[in-house]
């Protein structure tokens, strides 16, 4: 038995691993998130509960860890 044929992707943007790091979250020709399994090489589509149908992904490279060490439990002792 084959594995099915996956149409190509007009794009196709990683956005993140799995926790086990078996898998990669895709966003699929701009309005689609798939993941896809590096080991079986498979990919199955991704539903969330109330999200629209199609919709845009953007990406936040920022850290929510403080600079400035002065957060509680972050400061440096001297």
């Not at 996956?6 to 956005?15: A, E, G, N, Q, W």
């Amino acid at each position: 038995m084959q594995p099915e044929t996956i149409r190509s992707f007009d794009y196709v943007r990683p956005v993140a691993y799995s926790k086990s790091g078996g898998e990669v979250l895709l966003e699929k020709d701009l309005k689609k998130l798939v993941w896809h399994d590096l080991n079986k090489k498979r990919v199955r589509n991704v539903r969330i509960l109330g999200a629209p149908d199609t919709f845009e992904l953007d990406i936040c490279w920022g850290s929510l860890v403080p600079l400035g060490g002065n957060q509680e439990g972050n400061a440096k002792k001297q």
